[in-house]
């Protein structure tokens, strides 16, 4: 469908100041007339999974790879990573039981779904730094603060993965609270956390600082979400994958000035700019980088440890996940 001459596209992305440009206008999408919706990361990916209702929308880096290796994915991936986050806040344990990540080893942790990409980065900070791989521990599946929660897409798991659900009647949060699961690992805090539950608390007692020196050593900055683009569009409309690069990297980059801007602090929070500081000097002026070239160690770290935890049946390559159009840009 064409509006004056441009293709009328439904959008399904998050809310972000990177994304602010676009829904605003003063970015605008080459040849595109978007109708944009912004929703939750949990609708977006449910719907999109289940039905591919959207043209354009954010997905789940985990869950769209493991489309990819069953040769099912409705999307094509476009390289620009809407969500990044240090997942060393994830970890939370019980800490009469757990001291030191090593701790884990043998032991019961719930996660809400184990294809969460927040959880196979857990898991690859666990394996890589402390030896504690996907087949040490027994996983405990469901809702954070609602019992009965399934995975969004189906997973089978190899024999050496130990994947149970949790009891029909139990939230993680209840089991964690009373010592049924020894650590949990959810991209949201659980209420017991968040109440100072006793013996209820992070894995890393500065989780910040760890993933500084994560960070200082691996030089990985962790994608949680990538563009998808329906794969037919992108079929009919070869041109189309890089246009949506090349905007939703211009809005970042609107965002990226006025958050230096200092005159008025643009979110609501104090030592925002000190911040900004320290991350430019942790880690350089373009730290949330889009694109494939420059995100070329992260990525492959993710497909490696999605393959080790039996999530991909296959090892893909980073040229697997997105579209060709944008792998490389142009250069004047």
């Known amino acids: 469908m064409h509006s004056f001459g441009k293709l009328s596209l439904s959008f399904a992305i998050g809310d972000y100041d990177r994304n602010r440009a676009l829904f605003d206008?003063?970015?605008?999408?080459?040849?595109?007339?978007?109708?944009?919706?912004?929703?939750?990361?949990?609708?977006?990916?449910?719907?999109?999974?289940?039905?591919?209702e959207f043209d354009v929308c954010e997905l789940s880096l985990s869950s769209f790879t493991l489309k990819v290796a069953q040769g099912t994915s409705d999307y094509v991936g476009i390289p620009a990573f809407l969500s990044r986050a240090f997942r060393h806040t994830s970890i939370y344990v019980r800490t009469d039981r757990i001291k030191r990540p090593e701790?884990?080893?043998?032991?019961?942790?719930?996660?809400?779904?184990?294809?969460?990409?927040?959880?196979?980065?857990?898991?690859?900070?666990?394996?890589?730094?402390?030896?504690?791989?996907?087949?040490?521990?027994?996983?405990?599946?469901?809702?954070?603060?609602?019992?009965?929660?399934?995975?969004?897409l189906a997973v089978t798991l190899p024999e050496k993965i130990r994947?149970?659900?949790?009891?029909?009647?139990?939230?993680?949060s209840q089991m964690l609270e009373d010592g049924e699961i020894d650590a949990m690992i959810t991209p949201r805090a659980p209420s017991c956390f968040a109440r100072r539950a006793p013996n209820v608390g992070w894995l890393f007692a500065d989780p910040v600082?760890?993933?500084?020196?994560?960070?200082?050593?691996?030089?990985?900055?962790?994608?949680?979400?990538?563009?998808?683009?329906?794969?037919?569009?992108?079929?009919?409309?070869?041109?189309?994958?890089?246009?949506?690069?090349?905007?939703?990297?211009a809005s970042k980059a609107v965002a990226e000035r006025k958050l230096a801007d200092t005159s008025a602090t643009k979110v609501t929070m104090p030592f925002v700019e000190e911040q900004l500081a320290t991350a430019k000097a942790l880690m350089g002026?373009?730290?949330?980088?889009?694109?494939?070239?420059?995100?070329?160690?992260?990525?492959?770290?993710?497909?490696?440890?999605?393959?080790?935890?039996?999530?991909?049946?296959?090892?893909l390559t980073v040229g697997d996940l997105?579209?060709?159009?944008?792998?490389?840009?142009?250069?004047?």
Not at 26 to 41: K, N, Q
Not at 223 to 246: C, D, N, Y
Request: hydrophobic share 40%.
């Open 163 to 172: 994947l149970e659900a949790a009891p029909a009647d139990r939230s993680l």
């Open 103 to 152: 701790d884990l080893k043998g032991k019961r942790i719930g996660l809400p779904e184990y294809q969460l990409t927040a959880c196979v980065w857990a898991r690859a900070i666990l394996a890589d730094d402390y030896g504690v791989n996907a087949d040490d521990v027994t996983w405990v599946r469901g809702g954070i603060e609602q019992p009965g929660r399934v995975e969004k």
């Open 25 to 52: 206008g003063s970015v605008l999408v080459d040849g595109v007339a978007p109708v944009f919706m912004t929703l939750d990361p949990e609708e977006i990916f449910f719907r999109a999974f289940k039905n591919a």
């Open 285 to 315: 002026e373009d730290f949330w980088t889009y694109g494939v070239k420059n995100n070329l160690p992260t990525l492959e770290t993710f497909l490696k440890h999605h393959h080790e935890q039996g999530l991909s049946s296959r090892r």
């Open 209 to 249: 600082a760890a993933a500084q020196d994560y960070y200082r050593r691996t030089s990985i900055f962790p994608i949680m979400h990538v563009l998808g683009l329906r794969r037919t569009i992108a079929e009919q409309h070869p041109w189309l994958p890089a246009a949506l690069l090349k905007a939703f990297s």
């Open 322 to 332: 997105f579209h060709p159009g944008t792998q490389e840009t142009h250069r004047l």
